[in-house]
């Protein structure tokens, strides 16, 4: 579920809540013609689905929406709104500018035997796209019938466009990398067939940053057993979505795809690798971060973690009301009987509290000597520590824990409100370590502490049938 904290998904939350006030508040387009409706709701949807692909198209298709809607508009809540959604995507497209130039030596690559083309699929999908868009308009124009398809049209031309400006730059920044001169680094990588794992090493040589991209070379160049890692010459910003060219003796590997997820991890200067984290000082526990009641806790007392009950029913309402309010203004859109329209805004508020209940209240974490049990979207582990157990977080809100044969992600966003008593992820992590610990140094052990899988509370059905209300006269 990380792909949801993107900050890429601000723009359609925007496009939502603009749809959302423009047609369920404000009256949707001034024009009573059947096809200005569907114009609208394209331009709505375009950017919103663009944006994955493409910032900067985002961009401009959710401005010329706005310049779109302007005269359309019954009020000026509807300009409004708009431009603010125009404003979000702009601010999301600021995030491609160019970054600072780095700190190292800088001399171009040396010359390639040919640049490959790249990012195909992207040009491919983009092109049949604008295709579908041409032959939408085609059968707009020929049938009355096909109006609602207009939506659907101007959504799959605006994505288009987004595909085929992402190859475009791709391979615009191919060309870039070999004709001016770039960042310079000495590394350590392994080359593999089709692409190329590379180890930045940090000054102090504790850490290094670690990263892979594809290579235009088939075949790797050894057929050893042992994976190593030799020597090498790193050309490009070594930072996600970035293009780079690796020197390897004699060899240049030529991109063919950008720089993947680039992760810091301990490292060994001795062996050239990522040092493998056990026992070593990335499990100790950090005492700063330690609360009295676990630093002073009993071995076998049973600890538990969960979402702060109000972050969580705050969220799972949001949902709910959200999925029920958006596909009952569609379905209004579209046209539909009441009876449909209550039936779409039943399942969508259902599938919405389904998900709060799985993703916000329902995961759990219980703990002791003997182990964990865990409850989390899909269903329950209980394990017992090992020795190869590990917990560590990621930074953005999970918990990531290695016990017995289960690795499991907890959740743990920020604790809201301030004076809620869940563990922050730090602490959730030293609390965790801290037992393990003390249960490697004990024999014998309990099982792991019993949970049981919660029942959904009758408060969510409430939730549910005043939501499905709510949507209705809302919508209405």
């Not at 001034?30 to 096809?35: G, I, K, L």
């Not at 508009?73 to 709104?81: E, H």
């Not at 009441?338 to 209240?361: H, K, P, T």
């Amino acid at each position: 579920m990380r792909w949801l904290m993107r900050v890429d998904t601000s723009v359609p939350a925007a496009g939502l809540v603009a749809f959302l006030l423009i047609f369920g508040v404000f009256g949707g387009p001034s024009d009573p013609a059947p096809a200005a409706r569907w114009v609208g709701l394209g331009v709505l949807i375009g950017p919103a689905l663009s944006v994955y692909p493409h910032r900067g198209a985002a961009a401009w298709a959710a401005v010329l929406g706005a310049v779109l809607w302007t005269p359309l508009a019954l009020s000026p809540g509807t300009v409004i709104a708009t431009w603010c959604y125009a404003a979000v995507a702009i601010l999301v497209s600021r995030l491609d500018r160019p970054t600072a130039p780095l700190p190292v030596p800088h001399r171009k690559p040396p010359s390639p035997y040919a640049i490959p083309h790249v990012a195909a699929p992207a040009e491919v999908a983009g092109f049949a796209l604008l295709l579908t868009a041409a032959a939408g308009v085609v059968w707009v124009a020929v049938s009355d019938a096909a109006v609602p398809w207009l939506a659907v049209t101007i959504a799959a031309f605006t994505l288009g466009c987004a595909l085929l400006a992402r190859a475009v730059r791709a391979q615009a920044a191919l060309r870039r990398l070999f004709l001016t001169p770039q960042p310079v680094h000495a590394v350590r990588a392994v080359e593999q067939e089709g692409y190329v794992h590379v180890l930045l090493p940090a000054e102090h040589g504790e850490t290094a940053y670690e990263f892979a991209f594809d290579v235009a070379e088939p075949e790797p160049r050894h057929d050893e057993d042992d994976v190593h890692t030799e020597a090498a010459v790193l050309y490009g910003e070594p930072r996600t979505g970035s293009w780079c060219a690796l020197e390897v003796g004699d060899r240049l590997h030529v991109p063919v795809g950008p720089v993947g997820e680039v992760i810091e991890v301990p490292y060994d200067v001795v062996e050239g690798l990522p040092r493998e984290i056990e026992d070593d000082e990335e499990q100790l526990v950090d005492p700063d971060s330690l609360r009295p009641a676990d630093r002073d806790a009993d071995a076998f007392q049973p600890r538990e973690h969960r979402i702060s009950p109000q972050r969580a029913w705050a969220a799972t309402i949001a949902i709910g009301l959200g999925a029920a309010l958006a596909l009952a203004e569609a379905a209004q859109l579209a046209g539909l009987p009441r009876g449909v329209l209550i039936a779409v805004a039943a399942v969508a508020a259902g599938a919405g509290y389904e998900f709060g209940w799985r993703s916000q209240l329902r995961p759990r974490l219980r703990w002791h000597a003997g182990g964990i049990a865990a409850i989390g979207f899909r269903g329950r582990n209980r394990e017992p520590w090992a020795t190869d157990s590990a917990i560590v977080h990621d930074d953005e809100g999970t918990v990531v824990l290695t016990a017995g044969e289960a690795v499991l992600n907890v959740p743990v966003p920020a604790p809201w409100p301030a004076r809620s008593h869940q563990r922050t992820a730090d602490q959730l992590v030293a609390a965790l370590r801290d037992t393990r610990i003390r249960a490697l140094a004990i024999s014998p052990l309990p099982p792991p502490p019993v949970l049981e899988v919660p029942r959904r509370p009758v408060l969510l059905f409430v939730l549910w049938a005043a939501t499905v209300a709510a949507t209705l006269l809302i919508v209405n």
